[in-house]
């Protein structure tokens, strides 16, 4: 994405100097930092709402999933999917540790929240360097970036987490071993799935960038279909830090559709593309 945003600068042809658009798009950053900052300044006086709603959640068995695979237990007629408690307990062996992790949370909060500024200050970056036809058949994708990255934090915080948490909390190596999870442990987990996923689910809008510099067809994505597969169950399991096929399976499935949702994109960017062709040779 970087590349073909870098190449349709270096393609506009105007007065600007290279040290002018640095300029601009350091005003653009500048931008993107005071939102952070005020959205992170903002979330540290959220703490108990944070710490105790959010990031230990799926340690509270009435936390929303654990509801859903239960009323899917029942009518499954497996009482395996009801879970009676998480055994976690968390402990702090450093000094300025809950400190630490309570600015780190509000760090990721303000990130979160100033994703879709991001987005929107990179393409009012590049919006200029666009001629109007792209434009137009850009419309919607700061939107679609926004969606599916929210979608997926969502899906990794609702659904990964808490099947994650509940395995590995219930992972026995020995009788004689007992678990003392470190605020460390668990909130640096809590905090990498959701955001893994979330970055993982902008997998059509990588493909849709890469089929419009002509790096992908979709062709190509439909004939290696059976390696994405085994590529997308490695993802799963890279995601998920658990040996459970059932999470993995879980995790696997949004993401094949995701991999079908992306041919599509580059089915529709090549159509578009080849239309294109054909007006101008006409």
């Known amino acids: 994405m970087l590349g073909f945003l870098s190449s349709k600068l270096r393609e506009k042809k105007d007065d600007h100097s290279f040290w002018e658009h640095v300029e601009v798009l350091r005003a653009y950053l500048i931008r993107v930092v005071l939102?952070?900052?005020?959205?992170?300044?903002?979330?540290?006086?959220?703490?108990?709402?944070?710490?105790?709603?959010?990031?230990?959640?799926?340690?509270?068995?009435?936390?929303?999933?654990?509801?859903?695979?239960?009323e899917l237990g029942k009518w499954l007629n497996l009482d395996s999917f009801c879970f009676e408690s998480v055994p976690i307990k968390l402990i702090n062996i450093d000094l300025g540790g809950q400190f630490r992790w309570h600015m780190i949370i509000s760090g990721m909060a303000g990130f979160s929240v100033t994703f879709p500024f991001l987005m929107w200050q990179i393409w009012l970056f590049v919006k200029p360097a666009l001629t109007p036809k792209e434009r137009r058949s850009s419309r919607g994708i700061i939107a679609s970036i926004n969606f599916l990255f929210f979608v997926g934090l969502l899906f990794g915080y609702y659904i990964i987490l808490p099947l994650s948490v509940i395995f590995l909390a219930n992972y026995?190596?020995?009788?004689?071993?007992?678990?003392?999870?470190?605020?460390?442990?668990?909130?640096?987990?809590?905090?990498?799935?959701?955001?893994?996923?979330?970055?993982?689910?902008?997998?059509?809008?990588?493909?849709?960038?890469?089929?419009?510099?002509?790096?992908?067809?979709?062709?190509?994505?439909?004939?290696?279909?059976?390696?994405?597969?085994?590529?997308?169950?490695?993802?799963?399991?890279?995601?998920?830090?658990?040996?459970?096929?059932?999470?993995?399976?879980?995790?696997?499935?949004?993401?094949?559709?995701?991999?079908?949702?992306?041919?599509?994109?580059?089915?529709?960017?090549?159509?578009?593309?080849?239309?294109?062709?054909?007006?101008i040779i006409e």
């Not at 540290?44 to 959010?54: C, G, Q, V």
């Not at 460390?184 to 993982?200: A, C, H, M, Q």
Request: charged share 10%; aromatic share 16%; hydrophobic share 50%.
């Open 35 to 70: 939102v952070f900052i005020v959205f992170s300044f903002a979330a540290f006086f959220f703490k108990t709402f944070l710490f105790d709603t959010i990031i230990i959640g799926p340690l509270h068995k009435e936390f929303i999933t654990y509801g859903w695979f239960c």
């Open 172 to 279: 026995e190596l020995s009788p004689m071993i007992t678990n003392q999870i470190t605020i460390s442990s668990y909130i640096s987990t809590t905090i990498l799935l959701p955001l893994s996923t979330g970055l993982v689910f902008e997998l059509p809008v990588m493909v849709y960038f890469l089929s419009y510099t002509g790096l992908l067809t979709p062709k190509f994505l439909k004939k290696n279909r059976k390696y994405a597969i085994v590529i997308i169950m490695l993802i799963a399991g890279i995601i998920t830090p658990t040996t459970d096929m059932f999470t993995q399976t879980i995790v696997a499935i949004p993401l094949y559709a995701l991999y079908e949702i992306s041919i599509a994109a580059s089915g529709w960017v090549h159509k578009k593309i080849t239309s294109d062709e054909d007006a």
